[in-house]
């Protein structure tokens, strides 16, 4: 079965340190977003792209975070500098394609961010 | 612009007995609805989506979710629980016209006892 693929599943980086996270959608996805979920909460969207582009990235802290999707495929999601409140879990889900009715996202395990 | 409301942020039952855990949404669409369930360190997985195909939709592990589109409702419901219900449950929304993501609701915490 087809899976989303993310790394590292954990990490651990010190405040004002740099940290970048590595997703793998489903083969012939063209829409990958990443979230970001604070403990006891919902996942919030960070960024949207539908193939290379973004589509939204409204809720982006741009001053810090980055995200790229070069080729269309995978992604990576960069924070510099990394600060305390952004410790959390960062998921990446992908669909077929931003548009179609009904069309759930399948999640990756997430990455489990902690920020010292 | 959307959003989704799951009015219980607990929910606490005995194994056997029925589930229901309430959702509510606003949208300017007829939107795309979907439960997702959270086990302790697990990824979110797909429990439900409404199709309009029918406005009860049934989903893995005996769960059902009724679209009620009067109530801008769409509550989970199981007729008994089992131990291995005990999760995080999330209401979703998705204005697919518009071509945004899925919006979540900020979950409901499922508790079975013994």
């Known amino acids: 079965e087809a899976e989303v693929a993310q790394s590292p599943r954990y990490k651990i980086t010190e405040k004002s340190q740099a940290v970048a996270f590595w997703c793998d959608p489903i083969s012939g996805h063209a829409t990958l977003y990443w979230y970001r979920q604070i403990l006891g909460q919902g996942p919030e969207l960070l960024v949207q792209f539908q193939d290379e582009s973004v589509v939204d990235d409204s809720q982006l802290p741009k001053d810090r975070f980055s995200a790229e999707r070069l080729k269309g495929v995978d992604s990576t999601l960069k924070i510099q500098p990394a600060e305390l409140g952004d410790s959390a879990m960062y998921l990446c889900?992908?669909?077929?394609?931003?548009?179609?009715?009904?069309?759930?996202?399948?999640f990756g395990q997430g990455t489990r961010l902690t920020v010292v | 612009a959307q959003s989704v409301t799951q009015l219980d942020s607990h929910v606490s039952v005995s194994e056997g007995t029925p589930v229901l855990l309430r959702c509510n949404y606003s949208s300017s669409y007829s939107p795309s609805l979907f439960w997702y369930v959270q086990h302790p360190n697990k990824g979110l997985q797909l429990l439900l989506k409404?199709?309009?195909?029918?406005?009860l939709v049934k989903g893995i592990n005996g769960f059902e979710a009724e679209f009620k589109k009067s109530e801008t409702s769409f509550h989970l419901t199981k007729p008994s629980a089992h131990m291995s219900d005990a999760a995080e449950y999330f209401c979703?929304?998705?204005?697919?016209?518009?071509?945004?993501?899925?919006?979540f609701g900020k979950g409901t915490t499922l508790s079975v006892s013994s």
């Open positions: 979703v929304v998705s204005e697919w016209q518009a071509g945004t993501a899925l919006i």
């Open positions: 889900a992908s669909s077929k394609r931003t548009g179609i009715p009904n069309t759930e996202a399948f």
């Open positions: 409404y199709t309009s195909a029918a406005t």
